[in-house]
């Protein structure tokens, strides 16, 4: 298999535009994990780029993403929010991290499935936005953090792949 193709292919259409949105979500939060994959403590956390962004940064970041849309703005909920997500403390290991972002996403998940209505506004904020729209924005987001989680994991160590 040449170095830029892998077995983690975008998902197929699902039944349903929810499952449909969240399968390709979840696909992208896989790619995102992975690039943590074989990574020392140091590395996850090291910034290569001049704006300071890390892995652990992006992954952190994404977790709040998820809780901010999904939980606060969607569902109503009152969430802790960390602010800068970008900034990565001692207390942010990889384990620790991950486990935050897959906990963020079983919870999105879980809103949209029990909702089930691609339609239904969210609880707060701007007139017109929907479930839909708030799964939409969190892949697109996510989307452009797995590009670069992408750079900055061939920066580190020259792996590349999804």
């Not at 975008?10 to 969240?22: C, Q, S, Y």
């Amino acid at each position: 298999m040449p170095e830029h193709e892998d077995a983690h292919n975008a998902p197929v259409v699902i039944d349903g535009e929810i499952e449909t949105l969240l399968s390709f979500l979840g696909y992208l939060r896989d790619c995102v994990g992975r690039k943590l994959d074989g990574l020392s403590e140091e590395q996850a956390g090291r910034a290569v780029v001049v704006s300071g962004t890390s892995l652990l940064g992006l992954v952190k970041h994404l977790s709040e993403v998820e809780s901010y849309w999904m939980q606060r703005r969607f569902a109503g909920l009152d969430v802790p929010l960390d602010g800068d997500a970008f900034s990565v403390g001692a207390d942010d290991s990889i384990d620790a991290v991950l486990r935050r972002y897959r906990r963020a996403a079983e919870r999105t998940d879980e809103i949209a499935r029990d909702c089930g209505d691609a339609e239904q506004p969210l609880a707060r904020g701007r007139q017109g936005l929907t479930l839909r729209w708030a799964l939409v924005h969190v892949t697109e987001e996510t989307a452009r953090h797995a590009g670069h989680a992408d750079i900055v994991r061939e920066l580190i160590d020259g792996a590349t792949g999804r």
